[in-house]
């Protein structure tokens, strides 16, 4: 009798590490031929006219990875692995091993470490000037597009200045007051919308966004109550990208330049919920603003792109494949401290490699850009 409950006990042991935690996912890996992106050469001594840092929040190297499988398959080449120039990012905040995404975000806006939660301002809460703040000094434009909120703390950082990024509405009102010539995004519930159309052109539909005539006067685009919902009826990553970089680029066709921060916000929120189908679908528009950015680096020839993520959430593993699928398995609900990736194509690109920290990546934009004093360009 002890021998026969021995055996059963030994069995469920054994069926119990064996058997798929409910944690675990499979995702089917995908049978794509790599699209080979055209890559143009840039000599060292070139210097960007415009920048555009595309953010993946929560975006960690597995992120990376399960999307490719997903996407094309083993041996398919995203668009971000096809960028020249890569390194890592180092992503603790002030004073914790691991960084929420206003003191990520603060960190390339300021160049300056603070504590998670706080947006551009130090850790004794003195408020700290942002690239878009230094850059219009400079006869610079600036644009921020993000899938979340344009309230959310990676786009807030590069305009607001408060010791709490959940006070979205005091934000709202920081952006209407900003610098910012474009931004693209949810979070309608936060503003004053009278207020905001005394200070811009407002849009709140996909279709008046792709149909939009640029013009010159400043335009807020704020497309749901929060953060865009996925649907054919609300514009994508890519769109958005795509009309800030058009806006910007007929702006400042004889002046200095522009800079355009562009967040796929809701990588992170997917790897919070640890849903991996979802992930790779925010991904994949990622992906696809990133190629549309790519052709457009290699066209214009002035344009630095970089792109790195503030954090990795969820502790994402690949452990192994099952079939034509692939078994995944999530660590945590909550961001990781592991170190992500930085990758960058265009004139100064050859910077961002090697192992930096992540306000590294405001001090290699800032040396670039007050190294770069273009001539005889007078902003309309």
């Not at 509405?169 to 952006?175: P, S, T, Y």
């Not at 969820?314 to 999530?330: A, S």
Request: charged letters at 25%.
């Amino acid at each position: 009798m002890k021998f026969r409950i021995l055996v059963l006990l030994a069995f469920f042991i054994t069926l119990l590490l064996l058997w798929p935690s409910k944690d675990n996912e499979k995702i089917k890996i995908g049978s794509k031929i790599t699209d080979v992106i055209e890559i143009h050469s840039f000599g060292k001594d070139e210097r960007p006219k415009n920048i555009i840092l595309i953010i993946g929040d929560g975006t960690g190297l597995n992120q990376i990875a399960l999307s490719r499988m997903a996407i094309g398959g083993l041996d398919y080449k995203l668009a971000i692995d096809q960028m020249p120039y890569t390194g890592f990012s180092l992503t603790h905040s002030h004073n914790n091993v691991y960084t929420d995404s206003a003191a990520g975000a603060t960190a390339w806006a300021t160049g300056v470490k603070t504590t998670n939660r706080f947006i551009s301002v130090s850790p004794d809460k003195k408020e700290l000037p942002t690239i878009p703040e230094i850059l219009s000094s400079k006869d610079y434009l600036s644009g921020l597009v993000a899938t979340s909120s344009i309230t959310h703390a990676t786009p807030a950082a590069f305009y607001a200045h408060i010791d709490s990024r959940y006070e979205e509405e005091e934000i709202a009102e920081q952006l209407v007051n900003s610098t910012i010539s474009i931004a693209l995004g949810g979070g309608k519930e936060f503003f004053d919308l009278d207020k905001l159309k005394d200070s811009a052109r407002f849009i709140s539909t996909k279709n008046s966004l792709l149909n939009m005539e640029l013009g010159s006067s400043r335009v807020i685009g704020l497309f749901d109550d929060d953060g865009i919902y996925r649907s054919p009826n609300k514009p994508t990553q890519l769109e958005m990208t795509n009309r800030a970089i058009k806006y910007l680029n007929e702006q400042t066709e004889s002046c200095h330049g522009f800079f355009l921060m562009s967040e796929g916000s809701q990588i992170d929120w997917a790897s919070h919920d640890n849903d991996a189908e979802k992930m790779i679908v925010e991904f994949e528009d990622f992906d696809n603003t990133i190629r549309s950015v790519m052709n457009f680096v290699t066209a214009d020839k002035e344009t630095l792109l970089i792109i790195t993520a503030d954090h990795e959430t969820g502790g994402l593993q690949i452990l192994k494949q099952v079939d034509d699928f692939v078994e995944v398995q999530w660590g945590t609900g909550r961001h990781t401290g592991i170190p992500v990736g930085v990758y960058a194509y265009g004139p100064g690109a050859h910077l961002f490699t090697g192992l930096m920290d992540n306000t590294d990546i405001h001090k290699k934009i800032m040396s670039l850009v007050n190294d770069s004093e273009p001539k005889n360009r007078i902003c309309k």
